[in-house]
């Protein structure tokens, strides 16, 4: 692995939301339902409050703070 494939991680932790995936990738849903990305980055609900599981719809962003993943 190089220096540059450090430089744009493929995963990416957002405090208080959610987990963010750089290319491509199968999410395991919590019912075990597979998806697959279909955007260069995804957003994967970390809060379980999304109603578009297992993506992020942005709900978590009016979350109180202790609700917050
Ligand atoms: S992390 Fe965004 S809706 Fe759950």
């Known amino acids: 692995m190089t220096a540059e494939r450090f430089d744009h991680p493929d995963v990416v932790i957002c ?3 959610p987990l963010l995936l750089r290319g491509e990738h ?3 849903d919590a019912d075990g339902r597979m998806h697959r990305t279909t ?3 995804s957003a ?3 809060c379980g409050k999304s109603a578009d599981q297992p993506w992020c719809d942005g709900t978590h ?3 109180p703070d202790k609700q917050k993943p």
Do not use: T
Request: charged share 20%; net charge positive.
């Open 26 to 28: 199968l999410v395991a």
């Open 39 to 41: 955007r260069p980055v």
């Open 15 to 17: 405090p208080g939301g």
């Open 61 to 63: 962003k009016v979350l």
């Open 44 to 46: 994967v609900c970390r």
